[in-house]
């Protein structure tokens, strides 16, 4: 795939076939998210995966009821509603789950995180997987209560949790706005 088909065709995927993703596919995923550029090339970043349907489910559970207990209230009346419906899964049913780590407070880390996670939606694209990236899911995953039970390193930061799964079907674009230029002289 030419790059800006990839560009072109990458959406947000909520509906996922039972297929796995498996562990050399997700390292390729990942070898491209770190060669995106980083300040000063510190790579702030490292990875924690989960794979399964079950056990991210299981996740995904937990952070509905404890974001419906803690935040909801602060969401307009259709993210409630959405976070209400039982059938409402925040990882979406996928079979694999990437966190992209801030391993370092630098300034730029996040920044610099969050280019290492779309060269990893870019390359899942490319490999004919889809991707979400689930920012309903950090609050959560950020507590240190819950960072110790996933054993996630300490002092490091959740910026960017994207789940990746087989798409039943590559969601229609919703079209974009002409970009708003200013040229200065």
Known sequence: ????????????????????????????????????????NLQPWSFAVLIGREPIDQLAGRIKTWLLANFGDTYSPSIRAMMEDPTYAVFHHATALVMVLAKSSEPQAFEDCCLA???????????????????????????????????????????APIVLGYPKEWPKSHGRHAPEIHWLT
Not at 146 to 158: A, I, M, S, T, Y
Request: net charge negative.
């Open 117 to 159: 996670a779309e060269n990893l939606m870019l390359a899942a694209c490319d490999a004919g997987l889809g991707s979400c990236w689930v920012g309903f899911s950090r609050p959560w995953l950020n507590l240190p209560d819950v960072q110790r039970e996933l054993g996630l390193p300490e002092k490091h930061h959740v910026v």
């Open 1 to 40: 795939m030419e790059l800006m088909e990839a560009i072109e065709k990458r959406r947000a995927v909520r509906d996922y076939t039972d297929a796995p993703v498996d562990r050399p596919r997700i390292e390729r995923l990942i070898q491209a998210a770190i060669l995106a550029p980083s300040a000063m």
